[in-house]
């Protein structure tokens, strides 16, 4: 959670394109991203290379993952895989905690990880922080298109996801 706070100090401008990034530990230039690359950064930090669980788990667990949400995919990709919302969904599910998706902020905690639908089908990912905001819930940090941003939006669009990961099972 400190190192997702941490992100917000980081001039990032949004950029969904599709790079290609070394395998593991690639990355994105860093002063472009999306919501994703936020996510992958602040685990990055704590020693937790989500391009490689991710990529891992969908080469040997490819039929789990979503092949036609917005592409139409033949195998795994590890230069885009890990930044897609809807694989991180899939993955948090499958290794980590999926958790209760509710309207009370108790349930929310640092460190979980909050999926939502912007509307029109359209997916976002943030994690929560240990600072609360003005609405009495734990802020998040997310990156919609001004960059890394720590904010009071918990309840701001549609949940679809809440997840608890503390990195892969060795």
């Not at 400190?2 to 969904?16: C, L």
Request: aromatic share 10%; proline share 6%.
């Amino acid at each position: 959670m400190t190192a997702a706070k941490e992100r917000t100090n980081h001039t990032v401008r949004y950029e969904p394109a599709y790079v290609r990034i070394p395998y593991p530990g690639g990355d994105v230039p860093a002063d472009t991203g999306v919501c994703t690359d936020e996510i992958i950064r602040a685990y990055r930090a704590l020693g937790v290379d989500l391009q490689k669980e991710v990529h891992e788990d969908m080469v040997a667990n490819f039929a789990a993952y979503p092949r036609k949400w917005r592409w139409i995919l033949s195998k795994p990709d590890s230069n885009i895989d890990h930044r897609r919302v809807p694989n991180l969904m899939v993955f948090f599910s499958r290794k980590g905690e999926t958790l209760v998706i509710s309207q009370h902020a108790s349930d929310y905690m640092p460190g979980d990880l909050v999926t939502y639908d912007l509307g029109g089908n359209v997916p976002h990912i943030g994690i929560v922080v240990d600072q609360k905001g003005a609405s009495g819930a734990y802020m998040i940090v997310h990156n919609i298109g001004q960059g890394p941003r720590m904010e009071d939006v918990l309840f701001r669009w549609k949940i679809t996801g809440h997840y608890r990961y503390y990195g892969p099972v060795r």
